[in-house]
């Protein structure tokens, strides 16, 4: 079992890295905490997004939470939570005094049209990576495709979106 501290350091480094907001910690989560220290398995990475997904709230700081106290307790999950928020809020203390000079340089301009885009593909590789582990049959295809129809031509709220595929769920996967 992995110390506090380790925890801590882990989700620091994540609060660090994870730039563009809430989604894009996904991905960063995902390689610390299933691939390099093998704290949880894919599936139990792609549950803790589900329940994560159905709350409200920033899903970096849910996972954060989930994962800690999976792997250490209530201990863990403070410190993972704190090492995913304390950089960022840090960070914009620092950045907010000088932002208001600088929002309007073309450089600053430059570096945030670069990021933008490597978020988006941090995404898409997170749905690569997570996709084939998480959709094994024609029925969750069709949740999959009907989900992501609701939410891009109907507007679904995603909040809705989740509950009704967990009622889906539970009436047609049940066993």
């Not at 849910?62 to 928020?85: E, F, N, P, Q, R």
């Amino acid at each position: 079992m992995p110390s506090w501290l380790n925890i801590l350091i882990v989700f620091t480094k994540i609060g660090l890295l994870g730039f563009g907001g809430g989604p894009s910690f996904i991905p960063l989560i995902q390689e610390e905490v299933v691939e390099n220290n093998g704290w949880l398995t894919t599936d139990e990475f792609v549950e803790a997004l589900a329940i994560g997904y159905t709350l409200p709230g920033p899903i970096a700081t849910k996972l954060a939470a989930y994962v800690g106290w999976k792997i250490s307790g209530t201990t863990g999950m403070v410190m993972g939570v704190l090492g995913t928020v304390c950089p960022s809020m840090f960070l914009m203390i620092l950045l907010m005094t000088f932002a208001i000079q600088f929002k309007d340089n073309p450089k600053m301009q430059g570096v945030l049209r670069g990021i933008k885009p490597a978020i988006v593909a941090m995404l898409a590789w997170t749905v690569w990576e997570i996709a084939p582990k998480s959709i094994h049959d024609i029925p969750q295809i069709l949740v999959c495709v009907v989900t992501f129809i609701a939410l891009v031509l109907w507007s679904m709220h995603p909040a809705w979106a989740i509950i009704v595929a967990g009622v889906v769920g539970l009436i047609f996967f049940s066993n």
